[in-house]
């Protein structure tokens, strides 16, 4: 069984950035989302970025050039580097990994930038 547990969320200033995490348990040995979505007071959930299964990557055009996925395979994990951070971009964060098996979903955790 697959778990996601998400870290790196808090409060901060405009300008400034974070580095969230999503760390894995069990076995990825292959997967078809890898990514991370975010849900805002009152709003939808949305896609912020994600890995495909070839490795390409997409990104939210509101976050294109402000914030990067990478991960660490041999950790199971996914980083989300995010930069320039705006008050619209407060929200709590979800990691995602889907795969042939399963759709997993972290807890979330709470990023909250100020002006």
């Known amino acids: 069984q697959v778990q996601l547990v998400e870290s790196g969320g808090g409060l901060v200033q405009a300008g400034e950035s974070l580095r969230l995490s999503c760390a894995a348990s069990g076995s990825i040995f292959s997967f078809d989302v890898w990514g991370w979505y975010r849900q805002a007071p009152g709003k939808q959930r949305e896609l912020v970025t994600m890995f495909r299964r070839d490795g390409s990557t997409n990104y939210a055009d509101s976050v294109k050039g402000r914030f990067t996925i990478s991960r660490d395979n041999a950790k199971n994990t996914n980083y989300l580097q995010m930069n320039s951070l705006k008050p619209e971009d407060t929200a709590v964060y979800y990691c995602?990994?889907?795969?042939?098996?399963?759709?997993?979903w972290g807890q979330g955790t709470q990023v909250t930038v100020s002006s």
């Open positions: 995602r990994i889907l795969t042939a098996r399963v759709d997993v």
